[in-house]
């Protein structure tokens, strides 16, 4: 019998993985105004041959903060001389220098999060006298910080409230479907075994990683904050001008760890200024750096090629393995945070996502067993689908981006304790969410609403998802605009060649126009090419149109959301035509390098608008560009064009 039950499931869901926790929304009584999208099930799972490292095994390993050989080394250690520096940050991101070198044995103590090994054989010296190289690499540990004069254990603050630990796990890249497609591992126990909760009406409020992270961390939008920009002489650093939400949970006792990789262009660090020392308390860009200056070292030399490694271990695996330590050094002594977003291995493309299938189900499982995940909360997610991928020109094309994965588990304690609040949770899986929301729920966690006594209204822009959202909720009322909402409406296909579509896009190209224009002398002006498709909705009395086309001369693909009428508050304008803003033309191509002239962000001080997926650079790239930007270089090299 059961085994005809599974039959059904499968038959009926289309894959394996669509029964694992995906509540059934008859089981509440609401009518939600929105209406969620139906994604296409699909039952196979999209795999890609993973690269094995090209280093087979390092030399040595760490255990507690001390370094040990491994036994094949160790036999023979005698024959040679090593040794350590540390890799120090310096007062921002881009900076770090190198320590003296000191002597590396079995055993040796190192108190650094950040370090250089060297190895040389002492029988082996070069005709100018210099000991050769045999064995260098870089590691990076996590070495205990914990104070008790700020660190503390929460039990239960003045409000009677438990806070829990937080987990914000992302990746960059990954819609819904294309995750439940990559990760058959990840997927079964998180929604089979742990009874993870899947948000299927998560929807991005804007264009981008920064318009995805901001509102989780600070609960505002980058345009409602400071500006930051590189381009900004009188800007802050990010982490002196943002409320970020560890702030106020350093102030409850919290130790906080803070993961990114690509630091170059790294959400806060592209456009913006980046971190300067009002960060968390563990945080590991410098070490993402001096990893990017060697690629840069092996590049020139012409040595390098792209495994996805430091040393013998997966770069992804290293953030994983640095979480593991970070639990295992604070669960017991301290209430914590974890903040992680990771790009490589999704970014450009989804097909080498499906290599952290494996480390990452572990990760989970050995977490979950072994008790570091106790009275922790984890979210488990994507900043924003796909940008740039094929499905964007397909039938799922307008759902890929504004629909990325979000899952969220809550220990069984919690729930026991708060079944009202698991209830609200289950249903507004199937309600319209957002990044405000999230950003609510962890406050929620974390008793910090209950210090505030702050009591949310059901329409608010930003709704703890333990509390009820109300059903009457769309997406004007959380701030989404009709270029990114998902609510399903009938949408009426119209001929490209219907002179209403050339009228439309003679506007948005236009205001493109208008806009670059301060850099008409850079960059190129667009013209149309070809009208890919062309829809029309009737919406309070108001014609929308959405539409997708490709410009001349950089064969830039765009997407806009337009309206019939005049709106004095809109950024674009016609007499007859409306665009919101900016952010509602987007491109999904990969612009690359078109934009390089305008890119050298911090360069340009008078330039204080993002403005590369309009420009295509009448220059050139010289030599020296090439130099400035040999990290691009690097990744097309290995077939992922490089655009954040």
């Known amino acids: 019998m059961a085994f005809i039950v599974l039959l059904f499931l499968l038959l009926y869901c289309g894959d394996f993985f669509c029964f694992f926790n995906i509540t059934n929304p008859k089981q509440y009584e609401y009518n939600p105004i929105c209406k969620l999208p139906k994604l296409r099930r699909h039952s196979e799972y999209l795999t890609y041959p993973e690269m094995e490292c090209n280093q087979k095994e390092d030399w040595g390993y760490l255990i507690n903060n001390t370094w040990f050989f491994k036994k094949i080394i160790e036999k023979n250690i005698n024959n040679y001389f ?21 002597k590396l044995e079995h055993g040796t103590f190192i108190k650094d999060e950040v370090f250089e090994v060297q190895c040389r054989n002492k029988r082996k010296i070069r005709l100018d006298k210099q000991q050769v190289v045999d064995y260098a690499g870089l590691f990076v540990q996590v070495v205990n910080k914990y ?59 804007g264009d981008g990683t920064p318009a995805a992270l901001i509102p989780i ?15 900004n002489p009188d800007a802050q650093y990010v982490d002196q001008a943002y409320p970020f939400i560890w702030k106020d949970l350093h102030k409850l006792g919290y130790i906080s760890m ?11 660090n592209y456009r ?80 080498r996502f499906n290599w952290i299938d494996n480390d990452l189900h572990s990760f989970l499982s050995q977490g979950f067993s072994n008790g570091l995940f106790d009275n922790t909360a984890i979210f488990l997610y994507s900043d924003h689908g796909s940008r740039f991928s094929d499905k964007r020109t397909s039938s799922d094309r307008y759902l890929e981006e ?54 949310p209204s059901d329409l608010d822009r930003s ?28 949408w009426q296909s119209i001929p490209v060649t219907n002179g209403l579509a050339i009228q439309c896009v003679t506007f948005i190209l236009d205001s493109i126009n208008h806009f670059i224009k ?73 612009y690359g390098e078109q934009p390089k002239c305008i890119s050298d962000f911090g360069k340009n001080p008078t330039e204080l608008l993002d403005i590369r997926k309009f420009c295509f650079c009448k220059d050139t790239l010289t030599t020296s560009a090439m130099k400035r930007l040999f990290w691009k270089r690097i990744i097309f090299e290995n077939g992922r064009l490089f655009f954040v």
């Open 518 to 590: 301060p850099v008409d002398d850079k960059c190129e002006k667009l013209l149309l090419k070809e009208v890919l498709s062309f829809e029309m909705l009737k919406k309070n009395n108001k014609l929308l149109f959405k539409i997708q086309f490709q410009s001349y001369p950089n064969n830039g693909i765009y997407e806009t959301l337009l309206t019939n009428e005049f709106n004095q508050e809109n950024e674009f304008n016609s007499g007859h035509f409306s665009i919101t803003s900016r952010n509602d033309i987007s491109r999904i191509d990969s």
């Open 402 to 455: 504004r629909l990325p994965f979000f899952s969220i588990y809550l220990p069984d304690e919690y729930k026991l304790a708060n079944p009202d609040k698991y209830s609200n949770l289950k249903i507004n899986t199937n309600l319209l969410t957002s990044p405000f929301d999230i950003y609510a729920t962890v406050r929620d966690l974390t008793c910090l609403d209950s210090i505030n006594n702050k009591e």
């Open 463 to 490: 709704i703890s998802l333990l509390n009820k959202i109300s059903s009457a909720r769309n997406c004007e009322h959380i701030g989404i605009s009709d270029h990114f909402c998902t609510c399903v409406q009938k």
């Open 147 to 205: 104070n008790p004069k700020q660190h503390k254990k929460i039990e239960k603050t003045n409000n009677n409230c438990k806070p829990l630990n937080i987990m914000l796990i992302s990746y960059d890249s990954v819609s819904r479907s294309s995750w439940l497609q990559r990760l058959p591992k990840t997927n079964k126990f998180m929604f089979r075994k742990m009874k993870f909760e899947l948000l299927k009406g998560y929807n991005i409020v």
């Open 217 to 231: 961390y600070t609960g505002q939008t980058e345009e409602e904050l400071p500006n930051v920009l590189k381009n």
């Open 272 to 351: 913006m200024k980046g971190f300067s020392n009002q960060t968390c308390h563990h945080y590991y860009k410098h070490y993402q750096y001096k990893i990017l200056k060697e690629m840069e070292t092996l590049h020139l030399k012409g040595k390098f090629t792209d495994d996805y490694c430091i040393g013998a271990k997966k770069r992804h695996k290293v953030q994983l393995d640095l979480m593991t330590q970070f639990k295992n050094e604070y669960n017991k002594i301290a209430n914590n945070l974890i903040i992680m977003h990771y790009v490589e291995n999704s970014h450009e493309s989804n097909e």
């Open 258 to 268: 803070h993961l990114e990789d690509w630091p170059h262009v790294g959400a806060f």
């Open 82 to 102: 090593c040794e350590y520096r540390p890799i120090i940050r310096k007062k921002d991101d881009l900076e770090y220098e190198q320590g003296q070198f000191l």
